[in-house]
């Protein structure tokens, strides 16, 4: 999250914003811990501010809530539309626009390079929360049977005792790989859940680098410094006087793809090299 702020921070300082001298930043961070966020919401608006940027969905619901005036900016949402933070990409509507990383919809494109990663990969193990993901599940459910992958959900809480079972589980149904879901849940796991894919030998995808950074094996999605930097120009214009309403959503345009060849030694694979030539960074 640090790289992120500063990448935005910088930004702003571009745009002629410098923290400190003519504009002050509040932050609040739940840590992690989604119930925080409306209590976090409503202290922001009791303070006044001009302006709110969030992450993405919880943060942003709870931002929506607390308040119909205050703009917000969004800078990495799953799926702005579907989950209601707007009405829709061209006219946003309200109080809400930003940016999308549109993660539901890359999911298909990490199972291909599942595919190209695993040679004769049949099944594909995706771990997933009880409630939330069938966003996602719509995507990816016709995605695997195109790709001719049979994908093995395995529903699991995302502590150590859940983990640990559900890649038992995912090793008893001979899974070859396995995806996480964007749950934040997860997200807050990673470490774990990087630790146990070494430990049960499964070559995995991950949809935020920051698994690739404790040390996962790939990473695909979009390039979310990118997608900060671009929140500053549109907290510039609200600043400025445009209104969120006349601010379109946008999504990601530039997207990243990692590959740690430290992770795949670990696992014993051999990552294809024509693989490797598509990646934007090899982790050595």
Same mark, same amino acid.
């Given at each position: *999250?640090?790289?992120?702020?500063?990448?935005?921070?910088?930004?702003? %300082?571009?745009? @002629?914003?410098?923290?400190?001298? +003519?504009? #002050?930043?509040?932050?609040?961070?739940?840590? !992690?811990?989604?119930?925080?966020?409306?209590?976090?919401?409503?202290?922001?608006?009791? &303070?006044?501010v001009?302006?709110?940027?969030v %992450?993405?969905?919880?943060?942003?619901?709870?931002a929506?809530?607390?308040?119909?005036?205050?703009?917000?900016? *969004?800078?990495?949402? @799953?799926?702005?539309?579907?989950?209601? &933070?707007?009405? %829709?990409?061209?006219?946003? =509507? =309200? +109080?809400?626009?930003?940016?999308?990383?549109?993660?539901?919809?890359?999911?298909?494109?990490?199972?291909?390079?599942?595919?190209?990663?695993?040679?004769?990969?049949? /099944?594909?193990?995706?771990?997933?929360?009880?409630?939330? %993901?069938?966003?996602? &599940?719509?995507?990816?459910r016709? $995605?695997?049977?195109?790709?001719?992958?049979? &994908?093995?959900?395995?529903?699991?809480?995302?502590?150590?005792?859940?983990?640990?079972?559900a890649?038992?589980?995912?090793?008893?149904?001979?899974?070859?790989?396995?995806?996480?879901?964007?749950?934040?849940?997860?997200?807050?796991?990673?470490?774990?859940?990087?630790?146990?894919?070494?430990?049960?030998?499964?070559?995995?995808?991950?949809?935020?680098?920051?698994?690739?950074?404790e040390?996962?094996? *790939?990473?695909?999605?979009?390039?979310?410094?990118?997608?900060?930097?671009?929140? #500053?120009?549109?907290?510039?214009?609200?600043?400025?006087?445009?209104?969120? $309403?006349?601010?379109?959503? !946008?999504?990601?345009?530039?997207?990243?793809?990692?590959?740690?060849?430290?992770?795949?030694? !670990?696992?014993?694979?051999?990552?294809?090299?024509?693989?490797? $030539?598509?990646? +934007? /960074?090899?982790?050595?």
């Amino acid at each position: *999250m640090a790289g992120l702020l500063e990448a935005f921070r910088q930004e702003l %300082s571009k745009l @002629g914003w410098i923290e400190g001298k +003519n504009i #002050a930043i509040e932050y609040r961070f739940a840590e !992690q811990k989604s119930e925080r966020l409306p209590e976090l919401a409503a202290d922001l608006v009791r &303070l006044k501010v001009d302006l709110i940027v969030v %992450s993405a969905g919880p943060s942003v619901l709870a931002a929506k809530k607390a308040t119909t005036t205050i703009p917000i900016v *969004m800078a990495n949402a @799953g799926d702005p539309v579907g989950e209601g &933070l707007v009405a %829709s990409l061209a006219r946003p =509507g =309200g +109080n809400v626009t930003g940016f999308s990383n549109l993660s539901y919809e890359l999911n298909t494109k990490r199972l291909e390079i599942l595919k190209d990663a695993v040679p004769k990969l049949a /099944q594909v193990g995706l771990l997933r929360p009880a409630r939330g %993901s069938g966003r996602e &599940l719509k995507d990816l459910r016709p $995605a695997a049977h195109a790709l001719k992958l049979k &994908l093995e959900e395995i529903e699991t809480q995302a502590d150590a005792k859940g983990l640990e079972s559900a890649f038992k589980t995912a090793k008893q149904k001979q899974v070859g790989a396995i995806m996480t879901t964007t749950a934040t849940s997860f997200f807050a796991e990673r470490k774990r859940i990087v630790e146990l894919a070494v430990k049960y030998r499964l070559p995995a995808i991950y949809p935020q680098k920051e698994y690739v950074d404790e040390g996962g094996l *790939m990473f695909y999605g979009a390039d979310y410094d990118d997608l900060y930097r671009k929140a #500053a120009h549109y907290v510039d214009r609200i600043l400025k006087g445009t209104k969120p $309403a006349d601010l379109p959503v !946008q999504q990601a345009t530039k997207f990243a793809f990692i590959i740690s060849l430290k992770a795949a030694k !670990q696992i014993g694979i051999t990552v294809p090299y024509e693989l490797l $030539a598509r990646a +934007n /960074q090899v982790i050595q």
